[in-house]
């Protein structure tokens, strides 16, 4: 019968870890965040769906001191026309 002593304990590495830990974290991780992007852009298909311009317009909402260099000067560089509001005050 051979005895083991602490300096000489077979080192398994971090191999073990990974695949009882890491990896089924990594798939549990990887499934929540799946459900919760399909669950938001189901929502987010019905609100695109109804257009009532609900939306107050806030007194610094769209505030242009000066126009823009590119596109027709009025819209930002990151403007969505499906998510951003613009409403020209008279």
């Known amino acids: 019968m051979e005895i083991f002593f602490p300096q000489k304990l077979p080192y398994k590495g971090p191999g073990a870890y990974k695949i ?20 938001h852009h189901s929502e987010a298909s019905h609100r695109s769906e109804s257009d009532d311009d ?19 000067g009025d819209k930002t560089l990151f403007w969505n026309d499906r998510v951003n509001k613009h409403k020209i005050s008279s």
């Open 54 to 72: 609900s939306t107050p317009e806030y007194p610094y909402q769209n505030i242009r001191t000066r126009r823009f260099f590119w596109g027709d």
């Open 20 to 39: 009882s830990v890491c990896i089924p974290a990594l798939l549990i991780t990887s499934l929540n965040a799946y459900q919760l992007h399909t669950k």
